[in-house]
């Protein structure tokens, strides 16, 4: 199967920009992730959702980040403007959320992004 | 979630088993122990997960110690490859999804 597609690979912007990122769950997943992973920390969850609605975004920046899955397919997060403090690895993940033993995330290779 | 505290840093040679530590002592009656690993420049890669009962997998050995606070991942012929960050991370599990917390893990580093 596909796995979980996110673009762009880099994007370097400079602070008080505008950025997006795009990510294509695998086929059939319903439930969708955004993670921020910060240089030399595990990821951190900004955002959950099962098909197009939040389950989860209690540690989603709201006032500079967004990000919306309208057809509960592809998702985009988006940040506005951002910091210095943004520049991160952004990864997606989805995965089916019917038992248990199918329950594994399967991530992207992630959105570097660099703030300047 | 309960907490999980693994080492920093371990070194295993080529071919021989590497057996990855966590302590979970807080973790609850209903919380699964998963396993997720992370080579430079990907993403997070599932491993293995197990409740009470210990776990094999084409990938790796999952042992979880009788009082349920502490196991360990054993990749029994570590390769190359296998050089990456390992992350040990307790989660209840529902039909509604759930997310990871994923702390720093340990950077596993295979020698030839």
């Known amino acids: 199967e596909a796995g979980v597609a996110q673009s762009p690979r880099y994007k370097i912007i400079e602070k008080r920009q505008s950025v997006a990122f795009w990510c294509n769950p695998i086929s059939g997943h319903a439930t969708l992730y955004w993670y921020q992973q910060i240089l030399g920390q595990g990821p951190k969850l900004l955002i959950q959702f099962q098909n197009n609605g939040v389950v989860d975004d209690s540690q989603l920046p709201k006032d500079r980040f967004s990000a919306e899955r309208l057809k509960g397919v592809d998702s985009t997060l988006k940040i506005q403007p951002a910091k210095l403090e943004d520049s991160a690895v952004y990864l997606c993940a989805s995965t089916t959320s019917v038992s248990v033993q199918r329950s594994a995330l399967h991530f992207g290779n992630g959105t570097r992004l660099t703030v300047t | ?112």
């Open chain 2, 1 to 112: 979630d309960a907490k999980t505290t693994q080492p920093t840093s371990m070194d295993c040679a080529e071919g021989r088993a590497a057996n990855l530590p966590c302590n979970h002592s807080t973790i609850s009656g209903n919380e699964y122990v998963y396993w997720y690993r992370q080579i430079h420049s990907q993403g997070p890669q599932y491993i293995i997960h197990g409740l009470k009962n210990n776990e094999t997998n084409e990938m790796a050995s999952l042992i979880i110690t009788e009082d349920r606070k502490s196991s360990t991942l054993i990749l029994p012929h570590a390769t190359l490859r296998d050089t990456a960050v390992y992350y040990c991370i307790v989660r209840v599990a529902s039909n509604s999804g759930y997310a990871l917390n994923f702390g720093k893990g340990t950077s596993l580093l295979v020698t030839p």
